[in-house]
């Protein structure tokens, strides 16, 4: 081999090493979960400069555990402050799942059965009598919004009495007299009528059967074993990283055109209580909606008795209520969930049982002309990450 010749293959060879290892050496693609990441920040991104709402986040959690979460557009339109997924929302009714959680905790124990009557719980008040189907209600029609009890938030003189006083603090029974001596919509068990009276109801009967509040009773069996670190009661007019909500729909009852001023409640929020009554980031709400609906929220098997559905076609074509669940059919299968409004802020969480992923998302307005329904947006999400996976 002459020398020319040797030193050419040598060349060569030591340019193709060069090669091999520069092409060793290029950092991988992004990850499934920022491929997905990305593809809803230029969804949501669309979303909110074509529709005009102030901010949206959400958050998913993947099969594989990974967590995902997106926050697009503003904390305060007025300021022009940036939304981070830090903030919290006010979720809503989606609260109510906290309701039928530790119903079921007292289920487990015995010391609550759905056939009870309510009267069993309650009936040593002596106002009781006044309640709409006050001898028949039941622990399971309450649960699923079958009592025939009207919405106490709509009785005539509930907003103007709430928006006297913000301080007030607001007892189970102040609000149920709201709803005292009317006509029940029907009779107990023999329709279906969505109402966060019930709730209120149901909230009360735990509280007899804890020996303490509520709200002690889910932190200490939910939010502190399953972290949930990022959501908190509604039970104080200060909340912090609370986002600011935007008042559109409420503005007829004398709310708005915000909520906060100088990060406080001006109005009161504390009547919520179990109809709503928490505030969260969309990353503890999709975590909570994945560890409930897949059985993993507490020990025993309750999946069962709370996916146990009847008709609720006042929430929209084909969806069915369980115990404190919104069963619908999608194109991705059957999803589990709950929406959530309140003056300011709308919410859907839920968890979608073929591809087992867990989300949430919430939006700083309380008008759904802007948004479109949070649960059909929280669908549309989902469609995005199945479609990666």
Not at 11 to 39: F, M, N, V, W, Y
Not at 70 to 77: C, I, L, N, T
Not at 325 to 332: F, G, Q
Not at 358 to 387: C, E, W
């Amino acid at each position: 081999m002459s020398k020319l010749y040797f030193f050419l293959v040598l060349g060569i060879l030591c340019l193709l090493s060069s090669s091999l290892d520069a092409a060793l050496q290029t950092p991988p693609g992004p990850s499934k979960a920022a491929r997905i990441e990305g593809l809803l920040r230029t969804h949501l991104t669309a979303m909110h400069k074509q529709q005009g709402f102030p901010g949206v986040s959400a958050a998913f959690v993947l099969p594989t555990g990974e967590q995902i979460a997106v926050a697009v557009g503003f904390d305060s339109e007025r300021e022009g402050t940036p939304l981070t997924t830090k903030h919290k929302f006010l979720s809503g009714s989606i609260g109510k799942t906290y309701v039928t959680a530790a119903a079921h905790h007292w289920l487990q124990t015995g010391k609550l059965k759905l056939d009870d009557k309510a009267l069993k719980y309650l009936g040593k008040h002596e106002w009781w009598k006044r309640m709409p189907n006050a001898e028949s209600m039941t622990v399971l029609q309450l649960l699923r919004h079958e009592t025939g009890l009207p919405r106490y938030i709509f009785a005539g003189p509930f907003w103007a009495d709430l928006l006297k006083d913000p301080d007030r603090v607001w007892t189970p029974k102040e609000r149920l007299a709201f709803v005292f001596d009317q006509d029940p919509l029907f009779p107990a068990g023999e329709g279906w009528a969505y109402a966060d009276t019930n709730y209120i109801v149901v909230g009360m009967i735990i509280e007899e059967l804890a020996g303490h509040s509520f709200y002690d009773d889910v932190t200490e069996m939910f939010i502190k074993p399953l972290q949930l670190q990022q959501t908190v009661p509604t039970n104080t007019r200060t909340i912090a990283n609370m986002v600011q909500g935007h008042v559109v729909a409420c503005r007829q009852f004398g709310y708005g055109p915000e909520t906060l001023v100088d990060g406080v409640f001006h109005d009161n929020i504390q009547f919520e209580w179990c109809g709503g009554g928490w505030a969260s980031t969309p990353l503890d709400l999709a975590r909570w909606a994945g560890l409930l609906y897949s059985g993993k929220a507490m020990q025993g098997e309750y999946l069962d008795t709370l996916l146990d559905h009847v008709p609720a076609p006042e929430l929209g074509p084909g969806i069915r209520y369980g115990l404190g669940v919104m069963v619908e059919e999608t194109d991705n299968g059957l999803i589990y969930g709950h929406e959530g409004f309140m003056p300011g802020y709308l919410s859907a969480a839920g968890w979608m049982l073929d591809s087992n992923i867990a989300g949430a998302v919430q939006f700083n307005i309380d008008d759904s002309r802007k948004t479109g329904k949070t649960s059909k947006v929280l669908q549309q999400l989902m469609a995005i990450v199945i479609a990666e996976l």
